[in-house]
Structures are given as structure tokens and as C-alpha cells.
């Protein structure tokens, strides 16, 4: 591979680069960039290594995301599942764009190539599955073997070495794997099973997002001003981006599921409840069960008002959706509160009400349409829904390094050595972004419990 030395003077389009900066990146108007009454953002929070890390844990989930959906649908042979692999493949152009940017067009265009492939080895496994095709479904795999080793030399060389192609190639295996096994599991009717690899798959992602881009800014530090990817505000960023995109993505699939009557409807719902039980879990581990359980109340409610929305429209029932919506309406306004008090205003109760309309809008948008069989707005919709809350944890993120600044003047762990390795997750970032999660919601639990509505 020929690779362009003369790099753009600043890697990646600010399109690409910041996709939450003022208009998402698809283009529309972007209110989760929350206000900041004190005028300061933290450099650590939104450097410009933290971007370029935070742009391929987007693109990066998102595909995992989308691979696991598109192979829903083409095995049960769901009417949307052209619309789910172009969006699919929309993210390929993203990646491949990104990619470009840094080591030029032509190759951008060669891992294009390259990447692509394993989307169509995953649609031929598909296909030989549905077909009940043994040696088609062993040939496929055969060719997803061939790809990570390519896959692997490719990225070595561009990163100079920096990623190891040994490292990346059982990285990607453990990529292929639990794609893999998700699928098989849908197939199999192990549901549980199969929502739980769809969740490791997305996780694994933002692993290889870090590694990547801190190979990348190791490699032209000077075209991101010396900064560092793996700060702990970086850190806390990447943590909430996870959860927030994760929540949109869940919440979506489950509302298609609950619609079409499916039978994982359930493990699809509660791969959206563990989600929650994620941030719960860590705000109880610092200030007990009891206020843990009120903050999970809170912050679920929505979650049940998206649900009765979708029970209403399978039932047709009108009155009912326009009751979830009042909802919804009134949801905003007390989760915009709550975040205003926890962040002792660095985050505004009116935009954040704006971020929150914005949030619910694209996924009642999403399921309209997907119910309308309207599938080429549901899949942008998608698409912004997930980009939207990386804007979502950037401003939280934000804010929460302003307000306990302390807790975040660590010095960086260092570029992990593989970009695509199983890496663990390192226990003090998580105990950093849970224990700062917690005490901002603790901080007001008493304002929250107070202003929470009566249970229906």
C-alpha cells in the first residue's frame, strides 16, 4: 500500500472530527452541545485527540450496532433489511472517509476495500445460514479468517507498527466472534444470549476506537497540538458516549421488536434495562441501594413512556400515544432540572429540555416510520439518534470535569499497544465516571425524589 505523506493539516473534517459541534453529522442542527455558564471547556474533555478518539468509537460501535441489526433482518427476511445494510454501508463510507482524511485517498480507498469485505462475508454466512448451506457457512468463515489477516497488515503499516498485526488480528478475532455468536444465538432462539453479545461487540468497539486513534496521535502528534487520548476526562467521556449511544440503539431495536410482536422482544427490552442497571449499579455501589433505586425510577420512567407509546400504536389507540407523548413532554423537563441541579448550572435546564426534545424526537421519528414501512427515514433517523448522544457525553462530560476538576489531573495510562486486542477495561477509568456520576446525582437526589410524579 502507497501511503500519502502529506498529510491534511488538520486529520479528519470537522464534520467527521467533531460530529456533536454544532450540527450532528449528518448534517442537522445539534442541541445536546450543552451551555457552560462559566465559559471554560475543558481541553481534556474535547482536545483534539479526545475528537478523533470519540469519532471512531461512533463510527466504530455504530458498526457493530448495525452488522448485528442488518443480520437480524436478513435472516427473518424483514422488509427493511435493504435499508438496514445501506445504512450499514453508509457507515463503511464514514470510516473509509475518516481513514482518507489521514493517510490519503488512495488509501481510504483501499481500506474501503478491505473492510467492506468482511460485511459481505457476514452477509454470506447469513445467506448459507437461511439456506442451511454448511460448506457455504464454512467457506464464509474461511474468508472472514482471510480478512482479519489483511485487515491486520493493512493497519500495521499505516500505523507504522505502531498497531502490531499479531495484536490486530486476534482483536478482530474477537470482533468476528461475537458477531458471530450473536447471530447464531438469534438463530437459535437464545436470545438473552444473543443481546449479550451484541452488548460485548459495542463495548469492544470503543476499545478498538482508543487504540486506533492513539496510534494515529502518536503517529502525527503535532497534527493534534500534543495532546492524548486516553486522559481521564477523555476517559469519562468515552464512558458516558458509550452508554448514552448504547441507550438510543437499544431503545430503538426494542421499540421495533415490541411492534412487530417478535420473540425477543423481551431480551431485547432488557438489554435496555441493563443498560440502565449499568449507571444504577454504580450509583449504588457509592451511596446505597436505597438511593440507587430512586435514581434508577427516574431515570427509567422514559424508557416506560417509549413502551406505552408502541403498545398504544399496535393498539391503535390514539389517546394512549398522545398520553406517552404528554409524558415524554413532562419527562424532558424533570430530567433537564435534574441535570441543571446536579451540575449546579453548567448545564441549562432550557437547552438541555431542547437536547431532550431533540433525543425523543428521533426515536419516535425512527419507530413512525419503521411502523409506516417508511425504512429510509428510519434509518437516518437511526443514525442521528446515535450521533446525537456522543454530543449528549461530550457536554456531560464536560461539565462534570468543571465541577470536580480534581478527580481528573491524572496523568494519561499510555497508547495500548493493540488497537484491536481484547483489551480490558481499565478499573480506574470506571471508578472515575461512576463515582463522579454518583456524586452529582446524590447531590440532589432529595430534589429529584421530591419532584418525581406519582406511579400511574
Known amino acids: 500500500m502507497k501511503m500519502k505523506k502529506s498529510y491534511l493539516a488538520v486529520p479528519l473534517s470537522a464534520a467527521l472530527l467533531i460530529p456533536a459541534a454544532g450540527v450532528s453529522a449528518h448534517g442537522h442542527e445539534d442541541h445536546s452541545k450543552m451551555s457552560h455558564s462559566s465559559g471554560k471547556v475543558s481541553l481534556d474533555v474535547s482536545s483534539p485527540a479526545s475528537d478523533l478518539r470519540a469519532t471512531l468509537d461512533q463510527i466504530l460501535s455504530e458498526h457493530a450496532y448495525l452488522a448485528v441489526v442488518a443480520m437480524q433482518k436478513g435472516i427473518d427476511g424483514k422488509e427493511d433489511f435493504e435499508q438496514a445494510a445501506g445504512a450499514l454501508n453508509q457507515n463503511t463510507d464514514d470510516l473509509a472517509a475518516a481513514v482518507g482524511s489521514v493517510y490519503g485517498e488512495e488509501a481510504g480507498a483501499a481500506f474501503k476495500e478491505i473492510w467492506a469485505s468482511h460485511i459481505g462475508y457476514f452477509v454470506d454466512y447469513v445467506k448459507a445460514t437461511g439456506a442451511k448451506d454448511e460448506d457455504a457457512k464454512q467457506k464464509a468463515l474461511k474468508e472472514l479468517d482471510e480478512y482479519r489477516v489483511e485487515q491486520a497488515a493493512f493497519l500495521d503499516k499505516a500505523t507504522e507498527g505502531r498497531l502490531k498485526a499479531a495484536d490486530l488480528e486476534a482483536g478482530l478475532k474477537v470482533h468476528i466472534t461475537q458477531l458471530l455468536t450473536s447471530f447464531d444465538s438469534y438463530v437459535a432462539g437464545d436470545y438473552d444470549a444473543a443481546y449479550s453479545n451484541l452488548r460485548k461487540a459495542i463495548e469492544h468497539m470503543y476499545m478498538v476506537g482508543e487504540g486506533l486513534s492513539g496510534a494515529i496521535v502518536d503517529q502525527y502528534p503535532d497534527k493534534f497540538k500534543n495532546t492524548k487520548v486516553d486522559t481521564p476526562a477523555a476517559d469519562l467521556r468515552a464512558g458516558l458516549n458509550r452508554n448514552f449511544s448504547e441507550h438510543a440503539a437499544l431503545a430503538v431495536l426494542a421499540m421495533q421488536k415490541g411492534i412487530d410482536g417478535a420473540k425477543d422482544f423481551d431480551a431485547a427490552a432488557g438489554a435496555l ?92 421519528l425512527a419507530f413512525n416510520s419503521y411502523n409506516e414501512k417508511d425504512y429510509d427515514k428510519t434509518y437516518p433517523a437511526i443514525r442521528e439518534a446515535y450521533a446525537h448522544m456522543y454530543g449528549v457525553g461530550e457536554g456531560t462530560a464536560t461539565a462534570i470535569v468543571d465541577q470536580f476538576p480534581d478527580k481528573f489531573k491524572g496523568a494519561p495510562s499510555g497508547m495500548p499497544n493493540t488497537g484491536l486486542g481484547g483489551m480490558q477495561e481499565k478499573a480506574s477509568t470506571t471508578g472515575i465516571v461512576w463515582s463522579l456520576l454518583g456524586i452529582a446525582a446524590a447531590s440532589i437526589l432529595g430534589f429529584f425524589a421530591l419532584r418525581r410524579r406519582p406511579q400511574q
Open 273 to 364: 434495562n441493563q443498560n440502565t442497571d449499568d449507571l444504577t449499579a454504580s450509583i449504588g455501589s457509592v451511596y446505597g441501594s436505597e438511593a440507587a433505586q430512586q435514581f434508577k425510577k427516574i431515570w427509567s420512567s422514559h424508557i416506560g413512556y417509549f413502551v406505552d407509546y408502541v403498545k398504544a400504536t399496535g393498539a391503535k389507540d390514539d389517546q394512549a400515544r398522545d398520553m406517552a407523548v404528554k409524558e415524554l413532554d413532562e419527562y424532558r423537563v424533570e430530567q433537564a432540572a435534574f441535570l441543571d441541579a446536579a451540575t449546579e448550572g453548567r448545564l441549562k435546564a432550557k437547552d438541555l429540555e431542547e437536547g431532550l426534545k431533540v433525543h425523543i424526537d428521533q426515536l419516535l
